[in-house]
C-alpha cells in the first residue's frame, strides 16, 4: 500500500477564533466572566487571561465543553471562523 503526504489547510490560528467566539457566546448569553469561570470550575484569571489573550493561554477540550454546556452552545460554533 503507498502513502503520501496529503496537503491540508490548518488555521494555525484556531485557538484565537475559539477564544473570540467564547467571548462572543459568552457575552450574547449575558453571563460575565466571574460568573462562567465559577460555573465550569476555573479561576476567574484563568477565563480573563483566555479571552483576553486571544487563546494563547489555551484550554482543554474539557473545560471548552463545560462552557458550550454552560452557554448552550454546540461545541461546533465555537469553531466558526
Do not use: H
Amino acid at each position: 500500500m503507498t502513502t503520501f503526504k496529503r496537503e491540508f489547510n490548518f488555521n494555525v490560528n484556531i485557538i484565537e477564533v475559539v477564544a473570540r467566539n467564547v467571548r462572543k457566546y459568552r457575552k450574547i448569553a449575558g453571563i460575565t466572566q466571574e460568573q462562567l469561570a465559577l460555573d465550569i470550575g476555573v479561576s476567574n484569571d484563568f477565563l480573563r487571561r483566555f479571552e483576553s489573550t486571544f487563546g494563547k493561554e489555551g484550554m482543554s477540550l474539557n473545560t471548552l465543553y463545560k462552557i458550550s454546556v454552560v452557554l448552550d452552545v454546540t461545541m461546533d460554533k465555537f469553531f466558526e471562523e
